[in-house]
């Protein structure tokens, strides 16, 4: 009797290492205040893309490579449904933004599609209408950089012109109302 509660306790440990959440087996995720990873990322092919986030003539870039102070980096994958449902609400936060005279150059939204190739984030772009860029991170390398969070994933990141980019804010799941969003961004960040 003893063997069996000795080998089902080890069953049960195992079992909680192999279906722990992502997040415990992985490297930590970056939080507010912590200085976003210098991901490498290769630009979109797409000029209106390049444009939007000032990359004309860049063929990779970093997150403090974009002309922006305040940048929202979702983290999504084309096969996730949360991901997918989420869409509607993000597209929401970037016509709010670009309605807004005094911030529309100062805020610019970036999708990586973790996991997707270039080919996945082109059909999540089509099915979704997205009208921001999306680049793939078929290699998981920028998945695995920043924690291997699960998917959608925001992250509001600083730049300034020093060239650091700090964490001002990311949360897990669905960002609910973009309005409320929206104005938490301009609380966290001061961006007037």
Known sequence: MKKLRIILSIAVLLSSFLFAPQTVLSAECPLQGDVFPDIKLSAPENMHDRSYLGLTEKTHFSISDIRAEIVIVEIFSMYCPYCQKEAPLVN??????????????????????AGNTGFEIQVFRDTYAIPFPLVPDESFSVHKAIGEVRTPYFFVVRNTSDGSHRIIYSQVGTIKDPGAFLELILKESRVQ
């Open 92 to 113: 929401e936060l970037y016509t709010m933004i670009n309605k807004q005279q005094d911030i529309k150059d100062k805020i610019k939204i970036l999708g990586i599609g």
